[in-house]
């Protein structure tokens, strides 16, 4: 069995760019999940900043076709709990 969200993670920390909407609507709804969460954790270390990285994730969702809850618990943190806030905040902007 193949492990879509996986290999989602792995082609989304590749990325430097997000991969266009029209090409994503290819892959399955795991796939999807997984690249923004390996696209959100690579572009947070890139421009070291998780907040903005967030906000963009949530964005890249919404773009995508993911339902808002989809990975929000990818921004659930103990230590941070700002970081959901601004997924969510990505999510519903315009």
């Known amino acids: 069995m193949k492990n879509h969200f996986g290999d989602g993670v ?6 430097y760019e997000p991969c266009a909407v029209g090409d994503m609507q290819r ?4 796939y999807r999940r997984g690249y923004v969460c390996g696209f959100a954790y690579s572009l947070g270390k890139r421009i070291d900043d ?5 906000c963009r994730a949530g964005e890249l969702a919404r773009q995508y076709g993911l339902a808002r809850e989809a990975i929000a618990e990818f921004f659930l943190s103990g230590e941070d709990s700002q ?5 969510y905040h990505g999510y519903e902007r315009n």
Not at 50 to 54: E, G, I, P
């Open 50 to 54: 998780r907040y903005l990285a967030a």
């Open 27 to 30: 892959y399955c709804l795991d």
């Open 10 to 15: 792995m082609d989304g920390v590749k990325c």
């Open 83 to 87: 970081l959901q806030r601004y997924y």
